[in-house]
Structures are given as C-alpha cells and as structure tokens.
C-alpha cells in the first residue's frame, strides 16, 4: 500500500519557517495502530489524517504518542492540502473531529480559523520567575496563560529564558509579547512544563493577545509576528468574542508513503 504524504508549514510562504505538520489524505481510515506507527515514524509534532467522503471531510490527529483531540495547526495544513493538492473548490472546508466541526476558509492565499476570545487580566509573578525569564516585562498578565509585556521587540527577541526554572514555575506557558516594528505586536511562547521548550506558532496564544493589543492599540485587525527561531506570521481580527487567525502555508515535502508490498 503508498500513500500520499505532504509535509507543510502554516503561518509562513518559506519552506523554512512556520509551524510543521504532516498531513495524509486517505480514502478510507486505517486501523489506529498503523495510524499511530506513521505519526511515530514522522519527524514532526503532529500528523493529521483526512478522510473525503465526498459530502464532507473527518479529520484525526496524532503526536508521536498518542491521538489528539483537536490541532490547530494541522487543521489548517489540512484545508490547505485539500485546497491546494486535492482540488477542492469551495471557498470553505468543515472538518469532523471528535470535538465537533471545524471550518477553515480559504481568502485568496492565505487560510483563516476562529477561535474563543481569551482576553487577559492583571496578574503578577513572583521575582524568581522574572529572573529565570532575563527581564522584567512592563506589564504582568494571565489568561490561559501567563503574559510577560515589553516595551520594545528587541527585548522580547533577546530573551533566553532558564528552561528548568520555567518548567518548575509555569504550569503552563509563558508568553512574551512586545509592540513590533513592522507589525502591530510580536511574540514569543515557551512552555517547557508542557514538553515544549519553545513554540514556532501558537494559536491559542493569539487568542489572548489579540484581544489585548486591539485594545491598546485601538483596532481590531492587527499583524502579528511570532519571532521564535522559525517565526510566522499571523493576520489577525477580533470580531467580538472570537479571534479570526489568518495565515498562508507552503508545502515543504511531498512524497510516498510506502507501508509493504500489498
């Protein structure tokens, strides 16, 4: 049996940057544990699987270790293989997944999800955590996770945090944000307690940021950068309560997926 296999990168139009996913379209699912050796096998987070009936799209992920119940990242790879390799030519796909139907629409080149608003609210952190991060932020913040604000992007680009002492102090993750210079804000994500040190992209921290720079900045579209070592870029809106997230992608791999002789 071959498959088919794409490797592609969201947020970005390099084949170098943005945030990795593999995606395999199949004409029908195959069994969990063969699904689970392929995203073992794979070099990247996540592999998402797809399945087109022709009336509609189901779509499962896995890690190297496990099934996901829902990936952002690797939603949006897969609206772009769809779009882009298989020849859909609607202006929008709705995915099935065991947590419900997710859309992805497609605006020219680049490709846009929704998301709940999670704005954040005053916080504080203790001096221990400040000095394992390398600077104090301007601001302290805490939505789903902890913000750390800076007052200019070089700060948030110089930052070298102390992992260990992250992964002790932040149960989830810290993000660091900063007014950009050739977009509205930039960022940066890391949480080491969760099994990541760093985050090329990170949707759900959007979710948080944006509605906190429309309000600063006194607009609700907003181009955000996530200046991590591969970076993207995000095209973002706040529509009241929700955060539309807009980005392109690139394929980096395309190629075959042999598993034996049948």
């Not at 189901?58 to 990242?73: G, Y």
């Not at 704005?119 to 203790?126: M, Q, R």
């Not at 789903?144 to 102090?169: C, I, N, T, W």
Request: charged residues 25%; hydrophobic residues 40%; aromatic residues 8%.
């Amino acid at each position: 049996m071959e498959l088919t296999l794409y490797q592609v990168n969201v947020f970005t139009s390099s084949p170098f940057q943005g945030k990795p996913a593999v995606v395999i379209p199949l004409e029908n699912w195959l069994p969990d544990v063969l699904l689970q050796h392929i995203a073992e096998e794979n070099s990247v987070a996540e592999t998402a699987f797809f399945v087109n009936n022709e009336e509609d799209f189901h779509l499962r992920w896995f890690t190297a270790s496990a099934e996901m119940d829902i990936c952002n990242h690797a939603t949006l790879a897969s609206a772009f293989v769809a779009f882009t390799e298989i020849g859909c030519e609607s202006d929008a796909i709705v995915f099935d997944t065991r947590l419900g139907r997710l859309k992805v629409a497609r605006n020219d080149q680049r490709f846009q999800m929704e998301f709940r608003s999670t704005p954040p609210h005053a916080s504080t952190a203790p001096a221990e955590l400040i000095e394992a991060v390398g600077a104090k932020p301007a601001e302290v913040l805490e939505s789903h996770d902890l913000v750390f604000v800076y007052e200019d992007a070089k700060q948030v680009s110089a930052l070298r945090p102390e992992m260990g002492a992250l992964e002790r102090l932040v149960p989830g993750g810290l993000i660091v944000t900063a007014p950009g210079y050739d977009c509205d804000f930039v960022s940066r994500t890391f949480s080491p307690a969760l099994g990541i040190t760093e985050d090329p992209v990170t949707e759900s921290s959007h979710c948080t940021l944006v509605p906190y720079w429309a309000e600063r900045l006194g607009r609700n579209e907003l181009l955000a950068r996530q200046i991590s070592k591969r970076s993207g870029e995000i095209c973002c809106a706040l529509e009241g309560d929700r955060v539309r997230l807009e980005g392109e992608a690139v394929v980096y791999l395309r190629g075959a997926l042999i598993l034996g002789s049948d």
